[in-house]
């Protein structure tokens, strides 16, 4: 009887192992994810809608909550900052092509939870969008609910909202965004959202980095009404910048292969290859550990199977902290 219940112990105790192993495969800190609803709890009450006019610093524009929350009519807080934006990317085309200004914003500046597009290669963009297509661009943390929207959004758009949207974005200057600060000790967070926002209230404090770049919004209140020009804060670990520009110029010794040869003398990209300098650290991330997984596996990126394989996840922190904190 003793021997049975040792045996199940061992049994109940490996498959937490592995279910554990496996969850925490995917590095959390680039794959954001909502905290799960309580099973059983009842929705909560939707608040009463909050009809006030909100504002952005430097804009006329004045939005209702609900209206910066419509995926088929984004908010637009500076008109003036970006070039006319064809019908996809203002409105998209319901039911399933959402706008691509809400997500990747009018200017394509973008979010941690999905990419920036400003500046991108046309034929890049026109590229990915077919692979989202074919389904050889999916994403390895199916949870995470916007990579799984972009996959649905790549299904239902048309050739002529593809070249309209590549065209559009690849014809804006991205701005710098993103600001990495190398810490021991950073603010403790939760993910909001699909990112992660600094805890407030009883839970308030610092913790220890580890081994993670954090990004989340200078002004969380103004990222919330989406706006396109609140940026983000990503921190590093003391001395991942150093690491990660060794391993990205040089290869670090047979790691990986050097990325300028493929992505140009300033990381910004030749012909389509993109651009992969001053982006969302939290978004390379899933772009080096999608590839090395093989759940983006399009006919580009086979050229970059050899310069992931070997990458650890501690090596993905360091070559995305250099990443971001390098111009876009
Ligand atoms: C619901 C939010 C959402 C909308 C709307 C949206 N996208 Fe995306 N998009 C994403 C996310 C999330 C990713 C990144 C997925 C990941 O992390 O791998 C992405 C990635 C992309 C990429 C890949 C970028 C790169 O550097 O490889 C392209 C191209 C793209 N989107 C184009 C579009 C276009 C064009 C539209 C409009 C037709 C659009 N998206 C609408 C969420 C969205
Ligand atoms: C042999 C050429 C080659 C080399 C070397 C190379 N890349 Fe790439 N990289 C590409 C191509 C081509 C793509 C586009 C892949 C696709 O279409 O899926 C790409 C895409 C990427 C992406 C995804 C960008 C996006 O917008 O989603 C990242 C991140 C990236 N590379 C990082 C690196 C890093 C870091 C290195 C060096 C350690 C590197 N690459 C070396 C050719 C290369």
Request: with cysteine.
């Amino acid at each position: 009887m003793k021997r049975h219940w040792l045996r199940y112990g061992v049994v109940v105790a490996a498959t937490t192992f592995l279910i554990l192993a496996q969850d925490q495969k995917t590095p959390p800190w680039a794959y954001a994810l909502n905290p799960p609803a309580t099973p059983g709890a009842p929705a909560p009450a939707a608040p009463p809608a909050d009809t006030s006019l909100k504002h952005v610093p430097g804009s006329n524009v004045g939005l209702t909550l609900p209206q910066t929350r419509d995926l088929f009519n984004p908010p637009d807080w500076y008109p003036d900052d970006h070039p006319a934006m064809p019908e996809v990317v203002m409105h998209g085309r319901r039911p399933d092509v959402r706008a691509c200004g809400y997500c990747h914003l009018p200017n394509g500046q973008g979010r941690p939870e999905n990419a920036s597009l400003a500046g991108l290669p046309a034929g890049y963009i026109v590229q990915q969008m077919a692979d989202y297509k074919n389904g050889l661009r999916k994403t390895s943390e199916s949870k995470m609910g916007p990579p799984t929207t972009m996959l649905a959004i790549g299904k239902a758009a048309n050739d002529a909202e593809v070249k309209a949207a590549a065209e559009y974005f690849a014809s804006i200057k991205p701005k710098p965004w993103i600001k990495v600060i190398e810490a021991k000790m950073v603010p403790k967070t939760h993910v909001s959202g699909w990112m992660f926002v600094e805890t407030e209230g009883a839970g308030k404090g610092m913790e220890p980095i580890g081994s993670r770049v954090i990004e989340m919004p200078v002004d969380l209140e103004r990222t919330e009404l989406r706006d396109s020009k609140s940026s983000f804060i990503a921190y590093a670990p003391v001395g991942s910048i150093k690491k990660g520009e060794a391993l990205v110029t040089t290869g670090g010794a047979g790691k990986t292969v050097k990325c300028s040869i493929c992505h140009g003398a300033d990381l910004k990209g030749i012909g389509n290859v993109p651009s992969i300098s001053g982006r969302s650290p939290s978004y390379i991330a899933r772009q080096l550990y999608d590839i090395q997984q093989g759940n983006r596996n399009g006919p580009w990126t086979q050229l970059m199977k050899e310069a992931v394989a070997k990458l650890t996840v501690d090596d993905m922190v360091s070559i995305t902290a250099y990443l971001a904190s390098r111009n876009p």
